[in-house]
């Protein structure tokens, strides 16, 4: 059997008056996203470990943030899509594993949604499904709360 695995990475500034999805759910905060979509940076990571994984390049080579076409749109769509691009391929996913790094707000309670979420997207068993969240101690840009990142790695195989 062909496996392949792919990681991404993506990060966003945060701002007052944003909103702030993540993993396919908005959670509330004083804060949210600056982005040119929906800013779900779980999302976003993920889709680039996706492609990645496949040898399709990245989310913004498939989306990008200069289309008035993906101006603020849902990241689920998205997601949608990649998840079609990687099939045409003969590929499926094995398994995903995500680590959010933020220092506020806390993720902890909203993390069973959003695998709940990302697995209904992705039509996965849910144990498929891994999400961590962590902080950084106060330090970096996601510990002085300006922006949160992600790292996401996935399995696929043929």
Same mark, same amino acid.
């Given at each position: 059997?062909?496996?392949?695995?792919?990681?991404?990475?993506?990060?966003?500034?945060?701002?007052?008056?944003?909103? !702030?999805?993540?993993?396919?759910?908005?959670?509330?905060?004083?804060?949210?996203?600056?982005?040119?979509?929906?800013?779900?940076?779980?999302?976003?990571?993920?889709?680039?470990?996706?492609?990645?994984?496949?040898? !399709?390049?990245?989310?913004?080579?498939?989306?990008?943030?200069?289309?008035?076409?993906?101006?603020?749109?849902?990241?689920?769509?998205?997601?949608?899509?990649?998840?079609?691009?990687?099939?045409?391929?003969?590929?499926?996913?094995?398994?995903?594993?995500?680590?959010?790094?933020?220092?506020?707000?806390?993720?902890?309670?909203?993390?069973?949604?959003?695998?709940?979420?990302?697995?209904?997207?992705?039509?996965?068993? $849910?144990?498929?499904?891994? $999400?961590?969240?962590?902080?950084?101690?106060?330090?970096?840009?996601?510990?002085?709360?300006?922006?949160?990142?992600?790292?996401?790695?996935?399995?696929?195989?043929?």
């Amino acid at each position: 059997m062909d496996y392949r695995v792919g990681h991404g990475y993506d990060v966003h500034r945060l701002a007052e008056g944003e909103s !702030l999805w993540l993993g396919g759910i908005e959670i509330p905060h004083y804060k949210g996203t600056v982005a040119h979509s929906d800013g779900d940076v779980v999302i976003h990571a993920l889709c680039d470990a996706l492609l990645g994984a496949a040898k !399709l390049r990245d989310i913004g080579t498939h989306f990008p943030d200069t289309s008035d076409e993906f101006k603020n749109i849902d990241s689920k769509l998205l997601l949608k899509k990649v998840v079609a691009l990687i099939q045409e391929k003969n590929y499926n996913i094995g398994n995903i594993d995500i680590t959010v790094l933020a220092q506020k707000p806390k993720l902890k309670e909203y993390i069973p949604k959003m695998e709940e979420t990302l697995a209904g997207i992705l039509n996965l068993d $849910i144990d498929s499904i891994s $999400i961590k969240a962590t902080t950084t101690e106060k330090l970096g840009f996601e510990g002085r709360e300006e922006g949160i990142s992600v790292h996401a790695v996935v399995l696929l195989k043929k």
